[in-house]
């Protein structure tokens, strides 16, 4: 097969393109630039190791409209973004499987550690996105948004290998991205100076109350753009015990602390992309079925009940499960299979 390969330069996408040359398939290269930090030379290197051709698709326009823009809105209501999940779904990989289209390229595949899986029932066949071997590098979480259109032309040739093992064989396969460390968690933002980038954007922000739950005011904070629900380092007030930050108000501009950290044992979500399950019909609308879910990148999954309506799930935790954050995503798991994920709206 022809196949388009998402290559960041990154150890990752080099090898899964020397892994499907290997296997037989004829290999090209894609850079999706999107911003000034994408790194275009260490695609061409990586590219040049591997001794396949290289594209460099303009995504810079898309990226700045949706990912950007919905990175300062979400923080300026209060909610903690994950931009690699709206950039995945929205850019990244639709841009992919544009330019491969239009190109004549029977797939696309990218170097994530996940795997995809065909799936059939009486209304026919559907994809998937399962996880892969690697469970410390799983990245199934930040593909919950892909449409069935990406999943049906999409190849992860890492499914079956482990990070530790892929070092390894790069280097031995001489490719220039073997010893080059991993991504950065914000790619547009390299230094991590979120609440500086907001600001040029949108101004600076204005500074408010730190409350307690009871409504007394305990200080100043710097701007509601530069707290998350969780926290409880950096907020620049003393106290007489460890606090937390329980809620953010951008109505009233306020921010709650409490020496008792913020528990969910219910969250609620909406946005939900269905994948690994048909969309439930109304009948079944209001049934709970027993699974698991991730409520951050990192998090280990926790048993859940979980009640679908439609586009919106309520999500009861089989345990209280800490820091909850409005905007990050839940993603639902069946066993290893991906059924499904949404953007948190809330959680008690």
């Known amino acids: 097969m022809r196949i388009l390969l998402g290559l960041s330069g990154g150890v990752d996408s080099t090898y899964a393109a020397l892994k499907l040359k290997k296997e037989g398939h004829v290999v090209e290269g894609a850079v999706i630039l999107m911003h000034e930090h994408t790194s275009v030379d260490e695609a061409r290197e990586s590219a040049a190791s591997l001794g396949i051709p290289l594209h460099v698709i303009d995504a810079r326009e898309e990226f700045d409209r949706i990912v950007k823009s919905n990175f300062v809105s979400e923080y300026l209501r209060a909610r903690t973004p994950n931009p690699c999940v709206v950039c995945n779904s929205e850019v990244k990989f639709i841009k992919l499987l544009e330019f491969a289209d239009k190109n004549g390229f029977d797939m696309i595949a990218t170097g994530h550690y996940a795997d995809i899986v065909k799936l059939a029932d009486g209304k026919g066949e559907y994809y998937a996105i399962k996880r892969g071997r690697d469970a410390k590098k799983d990245q199934t979480y930040m593909l919950w948004r892909l449409p069935q259109s990406v999943l049906s032309k999409l190849m992860l040739p890492l499914s079956d290998m482990e990070k530790g093992?892929?070092?390894?064989?790069?280097r031995d396969a001489g490719l220039a991205?073997?010893?080059?460390?991993?991504s950065q968690e914000i790619c547009f933002l390299p230094d991590g100076d979120y609440a500086s980038y907001i600001e040029s954007v949108a101004g600076p922000s204005k500074k408010g109350a730190f409350i307690d739950?009871?409504?007394?005011?305990?200080?100043?904070?710097?701007?509601?753009?530069?707290?998350t629900v969780g926290q409880r380092r950096g907020l620049g007030i003393s106290a007489k015990s460890r606090i937390f930050v329980t809620k953010i108000d951008p109505v009233m501009n306020t921010v709650t602390l409490s020496e008792n950290d913020s528990l969910a044992t219910r969250v609620y979500i909406d946005g939900v992309v269905y994948s690994g399950m048909r969309e439930p019909s109304a009948i079944s609308d209001h049934e709970y079925s027993v699974l698991s879910v991730k409520l951050r990148y990192a998090a280990k999954p926790t048993l859940a009940l979980v009640r679908f309506f439609g586009d919106t799930a309520e999500i009861i935790l089989s345990e209280p499960v800490r820091a909850v954050t409005p905007g990050q995503s839940a993603v639902i798991y069946d066993g290893d299979i991906l059924i499904c994920g949404g953007f948190i709206n809330y959680a008690e």
């Open 165 to 170: 093992d892929i070092r390894v064989m790069s």
């Open 177 to 182: 991205a073997a010893d080059r460390g991993d």
């Open 213 to 227: 739950v009871n409504g007394t005011v305990l200080g100043e904070h710097k701007g509601i753009i530069r707290y």
